[in-house]
């Protein structure tokens, strides 16, 4: 069991490091390093498969004073290879915690360094780009630590979908819920089997996507990434949705192929990384950003209508709009940096997001995406 107060080390492959105080698991983790913008939803990105791979650094300073709790949960268990933190509440004040942030990271053997100073590790990784680091509670070695961070793969070129990824198909059946749907039975099954029937393939999906969908009238089963294409079809589908997932789309080269036998035979909508995976189908590229886009405060421009909405991200790379020539449209681009956030293919009924319009924490400006999903469905394709 960790204890606060024992030390912990973060060294950045390019030896910079920083020394804080462990509040999770005792141990060590390599990862690539990058900074949340978030201010709320720490246990969301927790709990986020897409962060497979990764030491989170929260931006915001006071992390852990609401706790953790058993419905603000992502997947069924943190996938975050550590947790970065300026200042860590270890005493939650919210009636619905049922423990404290720490005692959750420790159950669950992610090891979490507070007391850095998370701007200056921020400003380094915005300058520099994203870094592969290492977080330990048991080393301070700084050379020994750095040696064996450089021994270790960097997340291109990795298929991160299979470690995160469903075993076997399953029925998703919970819709969205508020504090006066607090009672889990009441939510139980909010589908509907009469709606859109949608497979969803789990790259690593979100729960909070799987709930958006149930309340814009689908019937959900979520399949694992590897399922082939026509073995989908036998289902019948109305429509398939390309899930969000950790790293790298390139290796994902399965999926890529089965997105290109499903295309033009079902209409299909993807997030994130299922996002850049129908860039990679249609013959596009992909790249790797500096730092990535992770927070809820990214303003992307939808092209068709000039309207501009706050969006919740999270990812490292982006697809090259250059490389898809007349085989899509660009509907949205973020302002901050002009990438590609979103693409409607041309002659096919087909499109995609490189944002989160489920917003688990984050802006519900996109929620609409799911309504023009079924709606798109609805009409046949």
Known sequence: MATRNRKAWLVLEDGVAFEGTSFGAEGE?????????????????????????QIVVMTYPEIGNYGVNPEDVESWRP??????????N???????????????????????IEGIDTRALTRHLRDQ?????ILSTSHG????????????????????????????PYRWREGTWSLNLSDRSDRSDRSDKRGCKVVAYDFGIKRNILRNLVDAGCDVMVVPASMPAAEVLKRNPAGVF??????DPEPVSYAVETIRRLLGKVPIFGICLGHQLLGLALGGKTYKLKFGHHGGNQPVQDLTTGKVEITAQNHG??????????????????????????????????FSVQYHPEASPGPHDAHYLFERFVELMKEGG
């Open 141 to 168: 070695d700084k050379r020994q630590l750095l040696k064996k961070l450089r021994a270790a793969p960097n997340l291109v070129g990795r298929d991160l979908v299979k470690a995160v990824t469903c075993k076997k």
């Open 79 to 88: 996938f975050v290879e550590g947790f970065v933190v300026k200042h860590y």
């Open 129 to 133: 780009g994203a870094k592969m680091g």
């Open 317 to 350: 790379f982006a697809v090259d709009t250059d490389s898809l020539r007349d085989k899509a449209e660009l509907t949205h681009i973020n302002l901050n940096d002009r990438t590609v956030e979103g693409l409607r293919l041309t002659g096919v009924p087909a």
């Open 242 to 247: 390309l899930s969000n997932g950790p790293g």
């Open 29 to 53: 983790r390599i990862g690539e390093v990058v900074f949340n913008t978030s201010m709320t939803g720490y246990q969301e990105i927790l709990t986020d498969p897409s962060y497979q791979g």
């Open 90 to 112: 270890p005493i939650p004040s919210n009636f619905r915690a049922r423990q404290s942030l720490g005692k959750y990271l420790d159950k669950n053997r992610i090891p979490a």
